[in-house]
């Protein structure tokens, strides 16, 4: 007679546990789905492939337009949108170089809102307003033997520049500047 009545809740419970189990279940495998489907070529470590402004300088390729830079084997390619992309060598690159440079983003409604902020306020807005891009410079010979140069704008700690050196480009770093004796054996300010 020793019987246990199993009540109503205890069994709603223990079907809400197996419910929210496999619903979360169901939703780690669909994340993985996801996120493995925008990043096919994550495994593929020959070609690298990012974002970029071209600024000016890429042959048959309009300025200031946006679009996709990749590495693809033996070639470097610009692509805007659904254009066929403008393609060099990798081995015409002779040099390139990487630097950074900020920009204020916004638009006209933060410059209208910075000069409407009394007693000089709007230079705060300012401070937050800016975005840092780096730059990715190069020089490059087409078919005929004709030097070029290309600019783009990448998004801050993109690894694109060390793909291009993983190719065996020439990357040339900018001089750092160093504080030099006076003649009198101490450093100048």
């Known amino acids: 007679m020793n019987d246990v009545a199993v009540s109503t ?10 419910r929210a189990a496999a619903t979360c279940f169901a939703l780690v495998l669909v994340w ?9 070529g994550a495994n593929s470590a020959s070609s690298y492939e990012t974002r970029v402004i071209h600024v000016l ?3 048959n390729a309009p300025n200031n337009s946006s679009g996709r830079l990749s590495i693809e084997g033996d070639d470097l390619q610009f692509q805007k949108g659904t254009d066929p992309p403008v393609r060099i060598k990798i081995s015409s690159i002779r040099d390139f170089s990487a630097g950074e440079m900020d920009k204020q983003v916004g638009g006209t409604a933060v410059k209208v809102s910075k000069a409407a902020i009394p007693f000089g306020g709007g230079r705060a807005v300012s401070l937050f307003s800016h975005k840092k891009y780096e730059t990715l410079s190069m020089i490059y010979s087409d078919p005929s033997g004709g030097l070029h140069g290309a600019i783009f704008q990448l998004n801050m700690g993109d690894a694109f520049t060390a793909g291009l050196a993983a190719k065996g480009v020439n990357q040339i770093k900018p001089a750092e500047t160093k504080a030099q004796p006076s003649p009198s054996g101490e450093k100048e300010p």
């Open 9 to 18: 809740h205890d069994s709603f419970r223990a079907q809400f546990r197996i």
């Open 32 to 40: 993985c789905a996801v996120s493995y489907a925008q990043h096919p």
């Open 57 to 59: 300088g890429f042959q």
